[in-house]
């Protein structure tokens, strides 16, 4: 059996958010209140699921796990260090942190 078959899509509506699928454009997988946070899929990319490949910001078996299981896997990555370490300032004063992507 050959590796599997992993299809990323970007999110047009909110920045540096990625939604991996175990099927090309299969989003009745993904529910649907993610879909419209996630807003309108753009296809970027296509690759093989191997533990040879190296992958960023995720393990192997967390995204292959994420596929078999629910057949998406939703990343969302931190763009800005600093606002980071603003949120964990803010999190220290007992304050909530700043949204990064505020829900509509």
Do not use: C, W
């Amino acid at each position: 059996m050959g590796d599997q078959l992993v299809f990323v899509y970007k999110s047009l509506k909110k920045k540096n958010m990625f939604l991996y699928l175990a099927r090309k454009d299969a989003f009745a997988d993904v529910p649907s209140g993610l879909l419209d946070a996630f807003g309108a899929p753009k296809f970027v990319l296509m690759f093989a699921l191997s533990k040879k490949r190296n992958l960023v910001k995720i393990t192997h078996e967390e995204l292959s796990k994420a596929l078999t299981e629910k057949g998406y896997f939703l990343r969302i990555d931190i763009e800005d260090e600093e606002e980071n370490l603003l949120n964990q300032e803010r999190k220290r004063l007992g304050l909530p942190p700043l949204e990064k992507f505020p829900m509509k």
